[in-house]
């Protein structure tokens, strides 16, 4: 049999957490800090893709999971936000680099030719049993 001091014997490894694996692989916290925040948006971005998949997709009998009647907006708010997160922009460019029709240019200078011509909003809410108007008398057209 072989001799075996007690400072030789070895110790079963530990298992190791994917936090641990983090932290010894990489020394800058906010390099851990980054990895760990693409992992969390990448969560995010599967989890709303599988709700979005569910709210299209009529999955088969077999499965055993009801048809799912929900509104996606919120989790395609949430799926888009999170593809530009990672610079993945979900909207199409039209021809000649046009986005929606209205330049960056041409929108500013609306915003400016509305800021000197009307430099204040007025809204008039009229209800039967609401009825919500300015200081300033307001003419229309009855």
């Not at 800058?28 to 693409?38: G, N, P, R, V, Y």
């Not at 593809?83 to 960056?104: I, P």
Request: no cysteine; net charge neutral; aromatic share 6%.
């Amino acid at each position: 049999m072989a001799d075996t001091k007690p400072g030789d014997e070895k110790k079963p490894e530990e298992k190791k957490g994917l936090l641990k694996k983090l932290k010894e692989s990489v020394d800058d916290k906010e390099e851990q800090i980054a990895i760990l925040s693409t992992f969390v948006r990448l969560g995010i971005l599967i989890w709303s893709g599988a709700i979005l998949t569910l709210a299209y997709v009529e999955m088969p009998p077999a499965f055993k999971i009801p048809k799912q009647d929900l509104d996606p907006t919120f989790i395609a708010s949430v799926f888009t936000g999170v593809l530009a997160t990672f610079g993945v922009q979900a909207g199409k460019k039209a021809v000649g680099g046009m986005n929606g029709g209205v330049s960056k240019g041409d929108l500013e200078a609306l915003i400016k030719k509305a800021a000197e011509t009307a430099p204040a909003q007025t809204i008039r809410i009229e209800a039967p049993s609401f009825k919500l108007v300015s200081d300033e008398k307001v003419e229309t057209k009855d």
